[in-house]
């Protein structure tokens, strides 16, 4: 009777040995998604590997799902042990499932995740090259003259008086202009944008500090205007307005 | 006393208001006085101080002890002489 008992008792545990190491591989599968989630950084790895054997045999994961506390910690021991298999797992058929929530895999994912980001991000880089292209034709249309002439008249960055000084000087090198287009003075272009560029440059070292945006704008602005001052038929056009 | 009053207020106002160096706008003036007598090429690092002699019309000094006198002429054109 002894014996009977006692082989009966060792079947039963053999038994029930074998359905734990059954399902500690596959509960990972089930499980390992909530559980990694909430545990942090430190189970991942375990978990990660259960993951792919969970994916490769879907059939086992419901019995585990009865053994969930005591299998937890056996399921790490078995992780350790079959982490290659469950990675060759992962590599070749859970790698769908892997990509969901496997911690591993979340790393893998995440590092893996900025590089299909990266095409993505290669598509507003591609914007952002077109943004570059979109600055070229920006300094053609940057002249906008009655807009420029009316923020320099507001601005107060520059004073009452120097303002005056300032038209008063615009206004003496328009008369070269105008004497040059005439012939009527023997001014060279070279002399006239030699001119130009000093007035430029005092309206500029006045602007910088006190009005930067202004400054920016009569800066690029500087070809457009020389263009008008030096064509015949822009600077008559001027100087009728 | 009532009579003498306005009198007074009215010499206050004037002479905080007309004449006499700047107060108030003196910062921004000073900048103003001391960027036309650059513009006009003429050395002056900074305005100490600039006394209004009229309507556009400034006598101002430099820190390095130029004076200058800068106005507005009848056609309308800033000069700067130097004193």
């Known amino acids: 009777m002894r014996h009977m008992a006692i082989s009966a008792i060792s079947a039963f545990l053999l038994l029930v040995g074998c359905a734990h190491e059954k399902p500690v591989a596959p509960r990972p599968a089930a499980t390992p998604a909530a559980p990694q989630k909430a545990g942090g950084a430190q189970q991942p790895e375990t978990a990660a590997p259960h993951a792919p054997a969970a994916a490769a045999k879907p059939s086992p994961a419901p019995a585990d799902t009865e053994r969930a506390p005591s299998a937890a910690v056996p399921s790490s021991r078995a992780g350790t042990g079959g982490s290659a298999a469950a990675t060759g797992a992962a590599g070749a058929t859970g790698s769908g499932s892997a990509k969901t929530k496997v911690p591993g895999r979340s790393e893998s994912t995440s590092s893996a995740a900025p590089q299909p980001a990266a095409p993505s991000g290669a598509a507003p880089g591609t914007a952002a090259g077109g943004s570059a292209a979109r600055p070229a034709p920006s300094p053609a249309p940057a002249l906008d003259l009655p807009s420029l002439e009316q923020r320099l008249r507001d601005t107060r960055a520059i004073g009452v008086f120097t303002k005056l000084s300032l038209k008063n000087q615009v206004d003496d090198l328009l008369g070269e202009f105008r004497a040059f287009h005439r012939r009527q003075a023997a001014v060279t272009v070279a002399e006239l944008r030699q001119k130009y560029d000093l007035l430029l440059l005092k309206v500029l070292s006045l602007l910088q500090d006190g009005d930067p945006p202004l400054a920016a704008a009569v800066s690029s602005s500087r070809e457009a205007i020389w263009e008008m001052l030096i064509d015949p038929q822009k600077f008559e056009k001027l100087a009728r307005n | ?83």
């Open chain 2, 1 to 83: 006393m009532r009579h003498h009053a306005p009198v007074v207020a009215s010499a206050v106002v004037a002479a905080l208001g007309f004449g006499g160096s700047l107060r108030a706008e003196e910062p921004a003036m000073s900048k103003d006085l001391a960027a036309t007598i650059a513009l006009q090429g003429m050395t002056c690092d900074k305005v100490v101080s600039a006394t209004r002699n009229g309507d556009s019309d400034y006598t101002a000094t430099c820190r390095d002890g130029n004076r200058y006198h800068v106005f507005v002429d009848s056609s309308g054109r800033v000069v700067v002489k130097k004193l």
